[in-house]
């Protein structure tokens, strides 16, 4: 079945490490999408890819970042340099957006 | 992304009860998504209004486009418990690439 794969379910990090957060699409969709999600909250936008090779900064850029070599791929790195990583990510493609399952990060 | 105002934050009824939600903004917006989110999953495309005006239902859901395009409207009639969660509203820049979701209405349904 197409559709986002992010993976893992949940995550530990320990202070101050990177970590990746992995998302692949199999639905041929350009544009990808990263958020991040906090208890009770909306949606904030981290990073957005237009196309293979190509992102811009969201509203909440600082301490993450991203690549996009292939198309499929849209991985996130939260750097140590995000003081408060602690929260729900989501990556989602094209508009209408499809979402994939999340990713949990918590602080050891 | 313009900004976008949901209210109310949460919503409590009993099932049975109507309930809405507004998705306001300062500017006119392109075009208005809705989306909805279980307890601990991810959000689901509900629907997308393009026009001015515009009226859409599916089964007990309507949702409605101001004429100055700088709100909307989703009302649930007569709520079941399967309606449970997080009713976001979000709007595309003019690049049409980034959006702007709002905070969210939380429904709870008591059964």
């Known amino acids: 079945d197409g559709g986002i794969t992010q993976s893992p379910k949940y995550l530990f990090r320990k202070e101050g490490q990177n970590v990746t957060l992995s998302c692949e699409q199999n639905?041929?969709?350009?544009?990808m999408y990263w958020y991040r999600q906090d208890p009770g909250q909306g949606l904030r936008l981290i990073y957005y890819?237009?196309?293979?090779?190509?992102?811009q900064k969201g509203d909440i850029a600082e301490g993450y970042s991203v690549s996009r070599e292939k198309k499929e791929s849209f991985p996130l790195t939260v750097t140590s340099a995000q003081k408060n990583p602690t929260a729900f990510y989501l990556c989602?493609?094209?508009?209408?957006?499809?979402f994939g399952d999340g990713t949990r990060l918590s602080i050891l | 992304g313009q900004q976008v105002m949901q209210i109310p934050q949460y919503q409590h009824v009993q099932e049975g009860e109507d309930f809405t939600t507004y998705c306001n903004s300062s500017?006119?917006?392109?075009?208005i998504q809705w989306y909805k989110q279980r307890p601990g999953g991810h959000p689901v495309f509900l629907i997308q209004l393009v026009k001015s005006g515009e009226v859409k239902k599916q089964k007990r859901l309507t949702f409605q486009f101001g004429e100055a395009k700088k709100n909307s409207s989703l009302h649930i009639t007569a709520t079941q418990t399967t309606d449970v969660g997080t009713y976001f509203c979000t709007n595309s820049g003019g690049s049409n690439y980034k959006l702007t979701f709002g905070k969210g209405t939380l429904l709870t349904v008591n059964p």
């Open positions: 890819s237009q196309i293979v090779n190509d992102f």
């Open positions: 500017t006119t917006l392109s075009n």
């Open positions: 989602a493609s094209t508009q209408p957006q499809h």
């Open positions: 639905l041929n969709h350009d544009a």
